[in-house]
């Protein structure tokens, strides 16, 4: 089974801050002014995202689920109901659980063997066979 890797589309998230560059090793006026007006524009954005711009993300799969960290996979259910089918993630972590975000037919979704889940793949269910489905796994 293929490792899953979460894709950074910048959607909703706050970039990184660029580490200082430093003359000759010292700290100079003009190093912390730098550092002064990055610190002011990653809480510009960060207020930005807060005020009303929290979001879940573009919905592609692979995509990290905008600020939360989970991610979006587009899975097809087996063609037998309620057989269990594995969904690998990116998380690196064990997974919470799953959202369904969209699905193509009646049914439900819902969680099995939970003690085998991983850091890298979770097990589910579907009352119904070939069930096309969009995931939030989180």
Not at 16 to 24: K, M, R, S, W, Y
Not at 86 to 92: A, I
Not at 98 to 119: C, L, P
């Amino acid at each position: 089974m293929a490792k899953r890797t979460i894709i950074e589309d910048g959607l909703g998230s706050v970039g990184e801050i660029a580490a200082p560059t430093l003359h000759e090793g010292e700290v100079t006026q003009a190093t912390l002014i730098s550092i002064v007006a990055d610190m002011l524009a990653v809480l510009r954005a960060v207020t930005q995202r807060l005020n009303g711009q929290l979001s879940r993300g573009s919905g592609i799969t692979g995509h990290r689920t905008g600020n939360f960290h989970g991610q979006y996979i587009d899975v097809l259910t087996p063609s037998v109901a309620d057989t269990e089918f594995s969904v690998p993630h990116g998380l690196g972590r064990l997974a919470i659980g799953i959202d369904v975000a969209q699905q193509d037919k009646a049914g439900s979704i819902y969680t099995s063997s939970i003690g085998s889940w991983s850091e890298e793949i979770l097990f589910l269910k579907a009352s119904a066979a070939s069930m096309s489905l969009k995931l939030q796994v989180y």
